[in-house]
């Protein structure tokens, strides 16, 4: 039997590549027939690159996670401070290749950074999820998130996406 070996490790400058492959694989795969296809077509590589550059730099306000299995790649989540109040943390993003998917690594990877967040002393968690990603938004409620009622439309994105929130005395 082989042995899946699981490691989560802060993202550094040299991840932009692999980053970009896991974000662009979900947006094309994962999100195929949840985002308008002008949307996905919009997200060209160069556009990926500009969005994931600076979650590869360090910032004192945000993290960005690499969770590896064998060595490789194949999940990618963004956390820091919530732009909206300063006194909660925030997932700003959470995607696992497509390829990994249903496999446990979203899970592990969401945990992972949600108990970093607790030990920042953060009381509230918060994040935003497109409001037709019934799967995704099924993991966080396993986790103790709950909708705050809350939605918005992202001009990028161009679909609903509901807010929601978790304590962080849950994980």
Request: include cysteine.
């Amino acid at each position: 039997m082989y042995l899946m070996e699981n490691v989560i490790r802060p993202a550094v400058p040299n991840d932009l590549d692999i980053l970009v492959e896991i974000f662009r694989s979900c947006w094309l795969i994962s999100y195929k027939g949840l985002l308008p296809k002008e949307v996905q077509d919009e997200m060209t590589v160069e556009k990926a690159r500009q969005l994931w550059l600076l979650s590869v730099q360090p910032h004192p306000d945000r993290i960005t996670f690499i969770i590896e299995e064998n060595e490789v790649a194949v999940g990618v989540a963004r956390v820091g401070v919530d732009v909206s109040d300063e006194t909660r943390g925030h997932l700003f993003s959470l995607y696992v290749h497509p390829n990994n998917a249903g496999r446990g690594l979203g899970t592990k990877l969401l945990k992972h950074v949600l108990s970093t967040l607790r030990e920042r002393n953060f009381e509230e968690i918060t994040l935003w999820v497109f409001k037709e990603n019934a799967p995704t938004r099924n993991l966080y409620r396993t986790l103790g998130f709950v909708e705050t009622g809350q939605e918005r439309i992202d001009d990028r994105w161009r679909i609903p996406e509901i807010e929601m929130r978790a304590l962080s005395k849950l994980f």
